[in-house]
């Protein structure tokens, strides 16, 4: 699947504002950006943090935001016990630490590409796209994918329209109005698509 992505190293830092990769090695970028579990911060705080000026302390305490990408054969409550025991574990001598969690966690799902729900949307996006959709994997928490799979027994596939210079989730974020029309003919079109098929599969 990676092999078919025309990606560029170069062209995603740009994107990211970032003059270096990072990472394990023993992984491609796609690798370790589609399918590897991560742990990041995402916030911290501490000390004097005024906008401006100096101030001869010693901090007192600190605050650090944590969140992580479980991947395939990880389990979130797992996961958060490894990590409090870490840092437990290499707690300076003096310190203290408290934790504050988040609610719930979503587990990672693949969606397959071999269903007729999967080729019904292949076939309205090459439709109005003009080419074959190519597959892609990704990072993100949509907890209600899995439990529409769970629940309902369907894989619902989600669509997005947003593209690659568009800022996601940046303060300067926006989406092209043209987009916007394009999704709507997109699931207009699936809806119309869908029915054609079901149909003959009950003729």
């Known amino acids: 699947m990676i092999k078919k992505i025309p990606y560029d190293p170069a062209t995603d830092m740009k994107i990211l504002g970032t003059k270096a990769e990072a990472g394990d ?4 970028p796609l690798e ?16 004097y943090i005024a906008a401006e000026g100096h101030s001869n302390i010693i901090p007192g305490n600190a605050m650090a935001r944590i ?4 991947v395939n054969n990880q389990d979130g409550k797992e996961i958060i016990d ?3 025991k870490h ?6 001598q003096g310190a203290t630490v408290t934790y504050k969690f988040g609610k719930g966690y979503a587990r990672p799902m693949q969606l397959p590409a071999d269903t007729k729900e999967y080729r019904y949307i292949s076939d309205v996006l090459s439709n109005i796209y003009g080419k074959q959709p190519l597959q892609l994997a990704t990072g993100g928490s949509v907890g209600a994918l899995l439990s529409i799979k769970e629940i309902l027994g369907l894989y619902a596939y989600p669509l997005g329209f947003e593209l690659s210079d568009e800022k996601w989730h940046a303060a300067n974020e926006f989406f092209r109005v043209s987009s ?3 999704g709507q003919l997109i699931y207009c079109n699936y809806l119309q698509h869908l029915a054609d098929e079901e149909s003959k599969l009950k003729k």
């Not at 370790?32 to 000390?47: C, H, N, S």
Request: net charge positive; glycine share 8%; with cysteine.
């Open 180 to 182: 916007v029309r394009r």
């Open 25 to 28: 090695t023993n992984f491609s």
């Open 87 to 92: 840092i437990n574990k290499n707690c300076p």
């Open 32 to 47: 370790r950006i589609w399918f590897r579990p991560t742990l990041e911060i995402v916030g911290m705080q501490g000390g």
């Open 67 to 70: 969140t992580c990408r479980l």
């Open 82 to 84: 490894l990590i409090v």
